[in-house]
């Protein structure tokens, strides 16, 4: 299962420039206004889980925020995103893996997926994706989720996708999570197409 999610995110990101795929974003706003409302302080530790080549990474970094991690399941990604930030990509830890299957002793008070858990359509494994956040996640941290919402599509990068409301998502990770704020987002892809998009952000009570 790990090499075929692996070989289809490699083959997106070899064939598309990163402004090409859909949910490219130039500026993430959203994210970002819910980061700052955490009152996170910058050495607190963030990871960007599936961030590929986001460039939610170089604006934290502007922000001055200094304990980022970068997680994909494609090395590809990784290195564009590496590539665009030139020196600065030393101020950043890149991992590639599942986060699935999420190993070592990392441990983050903000963890962010934008557009990733929603891939997964298996209760197998979203349950392997709670794991690895439960055991990575501070105890009183913070989640930023964003998924499509029930008007967003039904399928990304030809692939199928768990559209979530704020009831569906909680009734997924759980009553040790509660919800703190949900904004809603219509994305414009590069070729022009609104998606629908819910962010969720969470807080694990310790
Ligand atoms: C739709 S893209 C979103 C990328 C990024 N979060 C953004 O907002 O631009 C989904 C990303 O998740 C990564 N991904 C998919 N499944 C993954 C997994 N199981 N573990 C880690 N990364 C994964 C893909 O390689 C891709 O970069």
């Known amino acids: 299962m790990h090499d075929?999610?692996?070989a289809h995110w490699e083959k997106v990101y070899r064939e598309k420039a990163e402004d090409e795929?859909?949910?490219?974003?130039?500026?993430p706003e959203t994210s970002l206004s819910l980061v700052e409302s955490t009152g996170l302080s910058p050495a607190d530790?963030?990871?960007?889980?599936g961030g590929g080549a986001s460039h939610l990474v170089d604006h934290l970094l502007a922000r001055g925020y200094s304990d980022l991690t970068v997680l994909d399941i494609s090395p590809t990604a990784l290195e564009t995103a590496r590539r665009?930030?030139?020196?600065?990509?030393?101020?950043?830890r890149w991992l590639e893996a599942d986060v699935c299957a999420l190993e070592g002793d990392g441990r983050w008070r903000l963890w962010h997926d934008r557009a990733?858990?929603?891939?997964?359509?298996?209760?197998?494994d979203r349950r392997a994706y709670l794991d690895s956040l439960a055991r990575?996640?501070?105890?009183?941290g913070h989640v930023i989720v964003a998924t499509f919402s029930f008007e967003g599509p039904r399928e990304c990068s030809g692939l199928p996708v768990e559209q979530y409301d704020a009831d569906k998502l909680l009734a997924t990770f759980g009553s040790a999570f509660e919800l703190l704020n949900l904004l809603e987002e219509i994305h414009v892809t590069p070729a022009g197409k609104e998606q629908a998009f819910n962010y969720f952000h969470l807080r694990r009570q310790a």
């Not at 530790?45 to 889980?49: G, K």
């Not at 990733?116 to 197998?124: I, N, P, T, Y």
Request: glycine share 2%; hydrophobic share 50%.
């Open 45 to 49: 530790p963030i990871i960007d889980v």
């Open 84 to 92: 665009r930030l030139g020196a600065d990509a030393d101020k950043v």
């Open 21 to 27: 795929v859909s949910w490219f974003i130039a500026d």
């Open 4 to 6: 075929e999610r692996k």
């Open 116 to 124: 990733v858990f929603h891939f997964l359509v298996k209760a197998e």
């Open 136 to 140: 990575h996640l501070d105890p009183d």
